[in-house]
């Protein structure tokens, strides 16, 4: 069983935020910022695509509400990030959606890499062939 189902189960601890009966929202143990949260689904899919339209509605919806909770802590905005895959830095295999509250001046908490040189129009070719 992955760490997330065994938090879910209440066989490891969490500090749990939010919780309903899709999904439950925890402190991330290693805060990126003050309330880094995580939000996964409470039935275990390993990536965002795999989950049924009608339980991934109920898992935006449960994100949107955990963002209300943590709305106390007045941030000035917040990002929310997903990784797919291990390339995609994903080292938990289970569904989570990170809530990252930003506040200003907190510096390069969340950002993209280098921009690359890409030709957009080859890419949009091999995606519509
Ligand atoms: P990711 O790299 O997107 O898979 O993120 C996994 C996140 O899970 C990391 O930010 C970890 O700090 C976090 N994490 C791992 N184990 C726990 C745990 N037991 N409780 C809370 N957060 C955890
Ligand atoms: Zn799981």
Known sequence: M??????????IPAKVVYEDEHVLAFLDINPRNK???LVVPKKHYERFDE?????????IKGVKKTVEVLKKLGFDG???VNNNGRVAGQEVNHVHF??????EGDGEVV???????????????????
Do not use: Q, S
């Not at 990170?98 to 506040?103: C, E, L």
């Not at 993209?112 to 091999?126: M, P, Q, R, S, W």
């Open 98 to 103: 990170h809530i990252i509250p930003r506040y």
């Open 111 to 129: 950002k993209f890499g280098e921009v690359k040189k890409i030709d957009l129009d080859e890419v949009l070719k091999e995606i519509k062939e």
């Open 51 to 59: 989950m049924p339209d009608e339980e991934l509605c109920n898992f």
């Open 35 to 37: 309330g880094h949260t």
């Open 78 to 80: 917040y990002n929310i």
């Open 2 to 11: 992955c760490i997330f189902c065994k938090i879910i189960n209440g066989e």
